[in-house]
């Protein structure tokens, strides 16, 4: 058997018993003087709970959404996903790479101008330097950028910037592409243009964990979904099941808890 050799059953993402905290430090924040003579020093921090007892999957082919509401965590579980947080408890299994787009400005330099980035970026996402030369122009062009390829990004609006990180992604993408508001980016074409990629990747079968408030992009870019509460999961099932539970929620109802379907 080869070293190479994967069992095809097994997730491609699996998430079992997560559970992560921050620590809020005691009576806001500490002031330089406070901190030198030890105020507040026997005043315990407060931990935040964030994501608890959190478990799901994600095979291959799948597309899988996660709805919540603010502060639910969701985009705290999509950074322990892709490493960025260590969990408290619990594990974090990815059998394949991950094509991230979580934060505006992760992974850029703000001096560089846009084709520096792009370069930069698409080698952290893991593609030979050759490749993302050459994928430079379509990429501009999908982000409508080209008049501003050579301007430092420091100049760059937030829109532009989240154009072009979208831009590199879905030129870029790999494994698990992961991503924190698909589509809520952009004017009317950049969003048509991100739809009908997204499309051609779903049809060829990619791999998709993706964070929105959107009820429509939940149920047209997703096979399954799950629903966060107060850090845990509520619901993990179809999309209508999903976003009919979310807007309940959002009217001042509650959601209850279901075991995941298989």
């Not at 996903?81 to 059998?95: L, T």
């Not at 430079?136 to 420091?154: N, Q, S, T, Y």
């Not at 154009?163 to 592409?177: E, M």
């Not at 079968?205 to 870019?221: A, E, F, N, Y």
Request: net charge neutral; proline share 5%.
């Amino acid at each position: 058997m080869s070293p190479g050799w994967r069992n095809m059953s097994e997730p491609l993402v699996e998430v079992e018993h997560l559970a992560k905290s921050f620590r809020l430090p005691a009576g806001g924040e500490r002031t330089i003087r406070q901190s030198a003579l030890g105020l507040l020093r026997s005043i315990p921090d407060e931990e935040l709970l964030v994501l608890r007892d959190v478990s799901f999957s994600v095979r291959k082919g799948e597309a899988v959404g996660v709805m919540g509401r603010n502060g639910s965590g969701k985009s705290t579980l999509l950074r322990a996903v892709c490493g960025i947080y260590r969990p408290d408890q619990g594990r974090v299994v990815v059998r394949t790479g991950l094509t991230p787009v979580l934060e505006l400005g992760i992974g850029w330099s703000p001096e560089l101008d846009a084709v520096d980035n792009v370069l930069l970026l698409g080698t952290v996402m893991g593609l030979p330097l050759r490749e993302v030369k050459a994928a430079v122009p379509e990429i501009l062009e999908f982000a409508g950028l080209v008049r501003f390829a050579r301007l430092p990004l420091k100049h760059y609006s937030s829109g532009m910037a989240a154009r072009l990180a979208y831009s590199v992604a879905f030129a870029s993408v790999q494994g698990v592409l992961v991503l924190d508001e698909i589509f809520a980016v952009g004017d009317a074409e950049f969003r048509a243009r991100c739809e009908k990629r997204y499309a051609a990747l779903r049809a060829d079968g990619q791999t998709v964990l993706l964070v929105s408030h959107d009820p429509r992009t939940i149920l047209d870019s997703c096979d399954r979904a799950l629903l966060l509460e107060q850090g845990t999961i509520v619901l993990d099932g179809a999309p209508q099941r999903v976003v009919d539970a979310y807007l309940t929620l959002l009217a001042g109802g509650t959601a209850a808890r279901e075991g995941a379907m298989p």
